[in-house]
C-alpha cells in the first residue's frame, strides 16, 4: 500500500517525498504537514526571498504562519537539480509562484535551494534558501564540458 505524503513526511520517505509534501502544504497553507518536512534541529534555516536568515523551528513556524495568514503560496517546483551524498541531499531548483495581481494572474519565480539530511525519522529539511529571481534569472548557464577537480 503506498504512502500519503503525510505520512511519508511523518514517517519516513526519501528526500524527493520530503519535498513534494513542502510544497503541496505551501499549496495548500497546512502549517502541521509544513513542519512535518523540518528536521528537529536547532539550527535548522529559512531564507525567504529578500528577507532575514530565520533560524529555529518556532521562529521557522512564526514565518510560515504569518505568509499562510494571506492564503496558500501557489509554488511549483521546477527544474530540480539534486545532488545527493550517503547521508545529505541538495536540491536547488526555480519555484515558480502563480500570483493573482489586479490585471490578473501573474508567474513570479524564486530561485531556491532546499537541503535534506538523513535522520532517525528519516529525510528531513534542515535549510531552504529562497531568492527572487526574474524571467531573465531563471535562465540557467550550464557547463558545455564536465569540469575535473584535482
Known amino acids: 500500500m503506498a504512502k500519503t505524503k503525510l505520512q511519508a513526511a511523518n514517517l519516513e520517505g526519501n528526500a ?29 534555516v529559512c531564507v525567504h526571498p529578500g528577507g532575514p536568515r530565520v533560524v529555529g523551528t518556532i521562529a521557522i513556524r512564526a514565518t510560515f504562519e504569518a505568509m499562510f495568514a ?8 521546477e527544474r530540480v537539480r ?33 537541503v535534506y539530511i538523513k ?7 534542515v535549510a531552504h534558501h529562497a531568492s527572487p529571481g526574474t524571467e531573465s534569472d531563471i535562465q540557467e548557464v550550464v557547463s558545455q564540458r564536465p569540469q575535473v577537480l584535482h
Open 119 to 125: 535522520t532517525a525519522l528519516g529525510w528531513r529539511l
Open 16 to 44: 524527493d517525498e520530503i519535498e513534494a509534501a513542502f510544497y503541496e502544504a505551501l499549496q495548500k497553507g497546512d502549517i502541521d504537514l509544513l513542519m512535518a518536512c523540518w528536521a528537529d534541529e536547532d539550527d535548522i
Open 70 to 77: 494571506n492564503g496558500s503560496i501557489r509554488a511549483q517546483p
Open 82 to 114: 539534486r545532488i545527493e551524498s550517503v547521508g545529505s541531499r541538495v536540491h536547488h531548483l526555480i519555484e515558480r509562484v502563480d500570483v493573482l495581481t489586479p490585471s490578473g494572474p501573474r508567474h513570479a519565480w524564486v530561485i531556491a535551494t532546499n
